[in-house]
């Protein structure tokens, strides 16, 4: 025994021999961390894996946000949530007085200048105007008709027409409202057209193909038929899943955004 043990009280001593342990490293509990998010995820994989079923979100082949091409306000807004529309309907009509005036003054010019046009060409015939006097003339004209033009894409702009026949989703803007070029205006979708969009276990490209049988069902029990018509060409990294899009054969009662139960028959046992 040392002279530092000797000078010590029998609790120090007792204390001394204590032995204190080490808290360990930061990088092994960062190693433990990740061998344990590992196991797990190996773990909920093999699960996914192992059930046949993977769920499918119902969506539409054709939807989209109609945004506005122009500034102004809204004079009309012919659509309400849920409302059915025919395809090239007027579904949003802005006030447009005065690009309605710009396009009448544009066609009076274009009117004038083509008479002009017309009236040195008939001079040129008698002798009393010039070649150049003629070219000037038509080049007036063309400009006139130009801008006819243009002002005239402006004021289709003043009418959004629905691309396709369907339903409106979602309003985005109000009657009376004054808008900004691109600011979106509706959401439309069309109900008879839907897809389903699966996400399948990536062991499934062995045998997936386009065309591959997929029967749905819903939570009531009802069945809906479909074949894949796209498989995507990347594998997701985490969830190790493929996208796959298949078209229903009926979906009368279903809408968009409901979520079914997909299995695929000829998934191996």
Not at 104 to 114: E, F, K, S, T
Not at 189 to 213: C, E, F, H, M, Q
Not at 224 to 237: E, F, K, L, Q, T
Not at 250 to 269: C, H, I, N, Y
Request: hydrophobic share 45%; aromatic share 2%.
């Amino acid at each position: 025994m040392n002279l530092i043990s000797q000078s010590m009280t029998p609790s120090q001593r007792s204390l001394s021999d204590v032995q204190v342990p080490l808290r360990p490293r930061p990088l092994a509990r960062s190693c433990a961390a990740l061998a344990l998010i590992s196991a797990v995820s190996l773990l909920t994989l093999r699960a996914v894996q192992a059930d046949e079923a993977s769920s499918a979100i119902i969506g539409s082949g054709n939807e989209a946000v109609l945004s506005a091409q122009m500034m102004g306000r809204i004079k009309h807004l012919n659509a309400t949530l849920g409302a059915s529309f025919a395809e090239g309907a007027v579904l949003v009509e802005f006030d447009c007085a005065e690009r309605d005036a710009q396009l009448n003054a544009a066609q009076a010019d274009y009117l004038g200048a083509r008479e002009t046009h017309l009236a040195k060409l008939r001079l040129e015939g008698l002798g009393a105007a010039s070649e150049l006097e003629v070219t000037t003339a038509a080049a007036a004209a063309s400009r006139a008709k130009a801008q006819v033009a243009l002002i005239s894409s402006q004021v289709a702009h003043c009418k959004v027409l629905a691309p396709f026949a369907g339903r409106v989703a979602k309003l985005r803007a109000k009657e009376a409202e004054t808008v900004n070029a691109g600011q979106a205006l509706l959401e439309i979708v069309n109900p008879t057209d839907l897809k389903a969009t699966i996400n399948a276990p990536a062991s499934y490209l062995r045998w997936l193909r386009t065309g591959s049988v997929v029967n749905l069902k819903s939570s009531a029990g009802r069945s809906y038929p479909a074949h894949v018509v796209r498989v995507n060409s990347r594998i997701d990294g985490v969830s190790q899943t493929i996208e796959v899009e298949a078209a229903l054969n009926k979906s009368s009662d279903l809408m968009p955004g409901a979520v079914l139960e997909a299995r695929f028959p000829q998934a191996p046992k």
